[in-house]
């Protein structure tokens, strides 16, 4: 699945425009390295997001195309919330 979609999948971003122009920007890192929107995440990838004076280090469990608001947590275990 593409990082921008699964960003927007777990809901650890609201929009999947939002995830792209994010990727775009080199504010989403997979593996510590800078990554495209179009990267194929796979479970085990740890992702890192920086938002303004935020960052979020999440690492991917799962990978689903359709998840519910309550299942979305599911998808990811959030290691740092800074």
Known sequence: MRLDK???????????????????AGRILVNSKPARAS???????????????RSVRARVLGVDEYATKAGASSLYEILSDE
């Open 6 to 24: 699964y960003l927007k999948v777990s809901r650890l971003m609201k929009r999947r425009t939002v995830a792209n122009e994010a990727c775009d």
């Open 39 to 53: 990267y194929d995440v796979k479970p085990g990838d740890v992702i890192e997001i920086t938002l303004g004076a």
